[in-house]
């Protein structure tokens, strides 16, 4: 069965750092894999998403993920943080097998200081 | 409409008691899935309808668990006898025309309090 594992429920960074938040999947089938973002209080955002096209995925905010099949990771980056970055992170994986039904990771809370 | 709209926004209930509570997806969108979020937890997969499909139920923790959609647009998922334990974040999420390589639009989200 397919699953995503992120490493590490919490990370933090000071303001201006680099952000990495991992992501690993486990999928016998070529996976569609996404990073959702959710803010306190407020319902998930879509990021950036791989389907298959580009392996180097850029998305909203200035964030980008990149797919490694052999290492079976979309980790997330960002190359300098902001204060306004501080929110919980979700990656997921949905099968084409599976009606696009997304499983979710466990989530990282980023936090930044100042 | 322009987003996913669920409500309520908060649900305060009592033990025993029967919840319902409603999505309207975004217009056009065929496929409506279902998650829950608890505190500290990732997002738990409860149920998703796809068109006229039938609807993939294997996420429902128990049969205290249905869900509905009318007409391929509204849907309400209905909680029977609450247990604490329901107590919870309910997302909505919706997709044209399905999740596969277009990612779901999410709700705000019920948060259920069972006291």
């Known amino acids: 069965a397919q699953s995503v594992t992120q490493l590490g429920s919490h990370v933090s960074v000071s303001e201006g750092a680099l952000v990495l938040l991992r992501c690993n999947y486990s999928?016998?089938?070529?996976?569609?894999l996404f990073w959702y973002v959710q803010y306190p209080n407020q319902g998930l955002q879509l990021l950036l998403k791989?389907?298959?096209?580009?392996?180097l995925v850029k998305g909203i905010n200035g964030f980008e993920a990149e797919f490694k099949k052999s290492e079976t990771s979309f980790h997330l980056t960002k190359p300098s943080a902001h204060m306004s970055d501080a929110a919980e992170y979700f990656c997921?994986?949905?099968?084409?097998?599976?009606?696009?039904?997304?499983?979710f990771g466990q989530g990282t809370e980023l936090s930044v200081k100042p | 409409g322009a987003g996913v709209s669920q409500s309520p926004s908060n649900k305060v209930t009592e033990k025993g008691k029967d919840v319902e509570l409603r999505c309207d997806p975004i217009?056009?969108?065929?496929?409506l899935y279902w998650y829950r979020q608890s505190l500290g937890q990732g997002l738990e997969f409860l149920i998703y309808?796809?068109?006229?499909?039938?609807?993939?139920k294997s996420g429902l923790p128990s049969d205290r668990f249905s869900a509905e959609r009318t007409g391929g647009s509204v849907s309400t998922l209905t909680i029977q006898r609450t247990q604490q334990e329901d107590s919870a974040v309910y997302l909505c999420?919706?997709?044209?025309?399905?999740?596969?390589?277009?990612?779901?639009?999410f709700g705000s989200g019920t948060r259920l309090t069972v006291v």
């Open positions: 999420a919706s997709s044209s025309p399905t999740g596969l390589g277009y990612g779901y639009t």
């Open positions: 999928s016998s089938v070529p996976p569609y």
């Open positions: 791989y389907t298959s096209a580009a392996t």
């Open positions: 997921a994986v949905s099968l084409y097998n599976q009606g696009g039904k997304l499983i």
């Open positions: 217009s056009g969108h065929t496929a």
């Open positions: 309808f796809q068109g006229n499909s039938a609807p993939d």
